[in-house]
Every structure is written in C-alpha cells, then in structure tokens.
C-alpha cells in the first residue's frame, strides 16, 4: 500500500508539473506568433523588369509567389521585410499588381518605384522626383468640341496623395543618394500616353503644375487610398517628355531605373 500510494504521490506531482507548464508554453507559443505575425512588410512594386532589377539583385529572397502573370517576390532587403512585384505598364495593369499586393500580402506602406519624363522646366533627366499628389492627367470628357479634363466626383476619381512621413523618408533618402539639388517634390501626373510633345508637356505645367509624368503612379495610389495603406512615388527622370524623348529615354532609362531603387532602398535603411 505503501509503495502505491508513493506511486500516485509522484503521478500526481508529474500531472501538476506538467499543466503548470502548459500555460507558459502555450503563452510563448502564442507570443512567438504574435511577433511573427506582427512583422511589418513594405511592398515595393513598379511597371518595368528594369525599375525592380536592382532591388531583386540586393535582395534575399525567401521565395516566389504567383498571382496571375505576376510574380511577387518575398523576402528581405536591407534588412527590412518585403515584397516586390512587377505590375505591368498602363494604369489598368499597375493597379491590378497593386491590389494583388494588398490583398494577398497586407504591406503597412506600398513603395512605387521607377522612372518618369520630366515636366517642370526645373528638373532634368536623372533628377528625382517625389510626388506629394497624383493626378490622373487624362481623366475627363472627349466631346464635339475636344478633351476636357475633369477631377470626378469630388475629385476622388483622379487625385491622390501621398503619405507626409513617406514622402519625408523619401525625399531625404534620394537627397543622400543624388544630393539634395536634384531631388524635388510636387505633383506627378499619370496617363496612358508616352508623352513625347513639347506642347503637352506645356499643358501639363499649365494645367497642373507638375514636375514629371508617367502611366501608373496616380492608379496605383487610387488604390492604395481604397485599401487605407500609406503609400509614395519616387520617380527618377529618363527624359524630359519632349520630342527627344524616345532617344532619351533609350539612352537613360536603366541607369535612371537604378537611381530610383538606389533611393528606395536607402529608404528602408534609413526606416
């Protein structure tokens, strides 16, 4: 009797032990998810192979996500957790890559990335530009009597802008890479046109005050204001949309590519 009633003393201690731990364990457990879960990512996304092609290159990526024809590549980039994609050129492409990026990976900031012509008579090719605002440039009413463009209702449907403390981190970041004198901010304009005109380009200063232009910036911040996600747009001039462009253009837009994942990715150091 002796014996047995050792024996269920020491069960019975074993038994106690073991439940007393299990709360702890399970406390840690749900800690170690907690953290996990509370990493924050940044999504980074352009319309070209080229404007990523440097960010891929420093990059450890942990592995390649598939949503459509687009890949999403998730890992690390100076030492900050992200995913990068490529969404395609032209408004309808970009906001596409931009809602896939938000609904599959939930990223606390959206990063675009890339290049742009030049609008303002102060910028020139490879000075970069952070937009403060967005503006779907052709957004508006084709009648008997031409194109008028128009804000929307309430303007909701064509200007966006961008988050302040973004477009801090942003503009200082591209002030270390390429010296403050060529880093300006203001408003870029976004359309489905390849401007290569003297005469919109004078259009776009006249109407809109802009310092750049390009095709997917205003689309891809219409979506990112639905998703309430702060987001920026770093652009870094290839050309100066005028009759050159296209030359230009051939001639700088990698390296212009390049500067602009240079600021983003002094921006996440810099984070």
């Known amino acids: 009797m002796k014996k047995l009633r050792k024996g269920a003393l020491y069960a019975g201690l074993m038994l106690c032990f073991l439940f007393s731990a299990l709360p702890a364990a399970a406390a840690e457990t749900e800690s170690e998810l907690t953290d996990s879960a509370g990493e924050e990512i940044t999504g980074?996304?352009?319309?070209?192979?080229?404007e990523i092609a440097l960010l891929l290159q420093n990059a450890e990526i942990d592995h390649v996500e598939r949503r459509g024809s687009m890949d999403f590549h998730v890992g690390t980039l100076c030492g900050k957790n992200v995913v990068i994609v490529k969404g395609g050129i032209g408004k309808v492409r970009s906001a596409a890559g931009a809602a896939a990026l938000l609904d599959s990976f939930g990223p606390a900031r959206v990063i675009f990335t890339g290049i742009a012509g030049g609008v303002s008579d102060e910028t020139q090719v490879l000075?970069?530009?952070?937009?403060?605002?967005?503006?779907?440039?052709?957004?508006?009413?084709?009648?008997?009597?031409?194109?008028?463009?128009?804000?929307?209702?309430?303007?909701?449907?064509?200007?966006?802008?961008?988050?302040?403390?973004l477009v801090r981190l942003a503009h200082d970041a591209a002030a270390e890479v390429v010296g403050e004198e060529h880093v300006f901010q203001g408003t870029i304009v976004t359309g489905d046109q390849f401007i290569a005109s003297e005469s919109y380009v004078e259009l776009l200063q006249e109407n809109f005050d802009a310092f750049a232009c390009e095709m997917e910036g205003a689309s891809v911040g219409i979506v990112c204001t639905e998703y309430e996600v702060p987001f920026v747009v770093i652009r870094t001039m290839s050309d100066k949309a005028d009759g050159l462009a296209h030359d230009t253009y051939e001639n700088m837009a990698d390296l212009a590519a390049d500067h602009s994942s240079e600021v983003v990715m002094q921006m996440l150091k810099n984070m």
Do not use: K
């Open 44 to 50: 980074i996304i352009s319309a070209m192979d080229n």
């Open 127 to 165: 000075d970069v530009v952070v937009a403060e605002d967005l503006v779907q440039h052709d957004y508006g009413i084709m009648s008997n009597d031409g194109f008028e463009w128009s804000e929307g209702t309430g303007g909701e449907n064509c200007r966006v802008f961008c988050d302040p403390e």
